[in-house]
T-cell receptor, first 113, second 114 residues
Framework: KAGVTQTPRYLIKTRGQQVTLSCSPI?????VSWYQQTPGQGLQFLFE???????NKGNFPGRFSGRQFSNSRSEMNVSTLELGDSALYLC????????????FGSGTRLTVV | GENVEQHPSTLSVQEGDSAVIKCTYS??????FPWYKQELGKGPQLIID?????GEKKDQRIAVTLNKTAKHFSLHITETQPEDSAVYFC?????????????FGTGTRLKVLA
């Protein structure tokens, strides 16, 4: 079966711009979670969507937002980009909420210059 | 706040030897403990997980043990192979009334020397 698909794979943006990342979960998975991965902070939870509703949220500023569509695809948006937002953004899908049995995508590498 | 400590940060073993990675968590309410393997250019891949009502789980060459009293859990890889070389992450999660906290360890870079 197809895995979790994240687009684009690489992105370069300028400070102050905004960016939208996309994630298509495994067919049948209704939960989509987003993580930020950096060498200094490791893997940090951003938020989780389940059946189009945000169920859980990490400790990130309001510049980070997301949404989920009726087909379970999810988008993540970061506004007013800062240099510190440079990271690998990972999407993970699962059948149920709670992070059980995550399947991760390969991520979107965002570089802010 | 809650955290998960993971040791060692790097580990080199000879092919065929065993590798052990240890994690300690602080939140006693944690009840789910997965392990992930991340290869270069890829996202983490779930390799084994254990829930708090189980003390040990094994899947071929991989096993995880959990000690809830001491709040630590370990990943054991036997008969290591070069393709086991990757970064391994542990995580601890607890779910309370529909909300959950999911905290990853800092990762262990495993090198299996041929």
């Amino acid at each position: 079966k197809a895995g979790v698909t994240q687009t684009p794979r690489y992105l370069i943006k300028t400070r102050g711009q905004q960016v939208t990342l996309s994630c298509s979960p495994i067919s049948g998975h209704r939960s989509v979670s987003w993580y930020q991965q950096t060498p200094g902070q490791g893997l940090q939870f951003l938020f989780e969507y389940f059946s189009e509703t945000q169920r859980n949220k990490g400790n990130f500023p309001g510049r980070f937002s997301g949404r989920q569509f009726s087909n379970s695809r999810s988008e993540m948006n970061v506004s007013t980009l800062e240099l510190g937002d440079s990271a690998l953004y990972l999407c993970a899908s699962s059948l149920e909420t709670g992070g059980y049995g995550y399947t991760f995508g390969s991520g979107t590498r965002l570089t802010v210059v | 706040g809650e955290n998960v400590e993971q040791h060692p940060s790097t580990l080199s073993v000879q092919e065929g030897d065993s590798a052990v990675i240890k994690c300690t968590y602080s939140d006693s309410a944690s009840n789910y403990f997965p392990w992930y393997k991340q290869e270069l250019g890829k996202g983490p891949q779930l390799i084994i997980d254990i829930r708090s009502n189980v003390g040990e789980k094994k899947d071929q060459r991989i096993a995880v043990t959990l000690n809830k009293t001491a709040k630590h859990f370990s990943l054991h890889i036997t008969e290591t192979q070069p393709e086991d070389s990757a970064v391994y992450f542990c995580a601890a999660s607890r779910e309370t009334s529909g909300t959950y906290k999911y905290i990853f360890g800092t990762g262990t870079r495993l090198k299996v020397l041929a």
